[in-house]
């Protein structure tokens, strides 16, 4: 069963950053491309970065400010964020695939950009 768990996520001031983790199981981790999306409130949900093997690839409204990254042997991506704005509120959820989501989604994990 494939099983997606968030974490990391918290409130932060604008210029700050937060690294968020997702723990992914249940299916050949390191054979797949894996990405972030993220649901700002109000909104849908919007790709945000990818990685496959092992470069990735991201949006440009947080390209240059955000790192993705993998460890296959922890089954485990990551998503560093740094210079936050307000508009990177939102749940951040990861999935597998290149830019569209292909597995159902986990809970996310809140991030909250204010002073």
């Known amino acids: 069963q494939v099983q997606f768990v968030e974490s990391g996520g918290g409130l932060v001031q604008p210029g700050g950053s937060l690294r968020l983790s997702c723990l992914a199981t249940?299916?050949?981790?390191?054979?797949?491309?894996l990405l972030w999306y993220r649901q700002p409130p109000g909104k849908e949900r919007e790709w945000v970065a990818s990685?496959?093997?092992?470069?990735?690839s991201y949006a440009d409204s947080v390209k240059g400010r955000f790192t993705i990254s993998r460890d296959n042997t922890r089954n485990t991506i990551y998503l560093q964020m740094n210079n936050l704005k307000s508009e990177d509120t939102g749940v951040y959820y990861c999935?597998?695939?290149?830019?569209?989501?292909?597995?159902?989604w986990g809970l996310g994990t809140q991030v909250t950009v204010s002073s």
């Open positions: 249940g299916f050949p981790f390191a054979d797949n491309p």
């Open positions: 990685i496959g093997k092992p470069k990735g």
């Open positions: 999935n597998v695939g290149e830019k569209t989501p292909t597995m159902p």
